[in-house]
């Protein structure tokens, strides 16, 4: 989960280990963007909870859709209830914060 590393990524890939010890000795290779990871960041990346952060922007043109029988079904859903994905939504309506994010299940499983 490259959002476990930097604060502006917008979305959790998949990567494949490419190589170790490439560029540098202390370096794991990876592929799908590629780039030298310490083996620090590639654990946080790999032990992250499953949770994706959504960016204001991705989610205000779709707040109407949030009202619809799907999303509702959605939100009641176990996981969607304890993180209060529909409480993140109403708050996000009445912040003005631009960089203010919501953070959502992921069926993703990191490692």
Not at 35 to 48: H, R, V
Not at 75 to 81: D, T, V
Not at 82 to 100: F, I, P, T, W
Request: a negative charge; hydrophobic letters at 45%; proline letters at 4%.
């Amino acid at each position: 989960n490259l959002q476990a590393v930097y604060e502006h990524a917008d979305a959790w890939h998949h990567q494949l280990v490419w190589s170790a010890g490439a560029p540098n000795p202390e370096s794991i290779l990876l592929a799908n963007g590629i780039g030298g990871y310490s083996e620090c960041l590639l654990a946080k990346m790999l032990s992250t909870s499953r949770i994706l952060k959504i960016r204001r922007d991705d989610v205000v043109p779709r707040m109407a859709s949030a009202e619809s029988e799907a999303a509702r079904s959605l939100f009641g859903e176990a996981r969607w209830k304890e993180m209060d994905v529909a409480g993140q939504v109403e708050r996000l309506q009445s912040s003005n914060a631009a960089e203010a994010k919501i953070s959502i299940p992921a069926c993703y499983v990191a490692g």
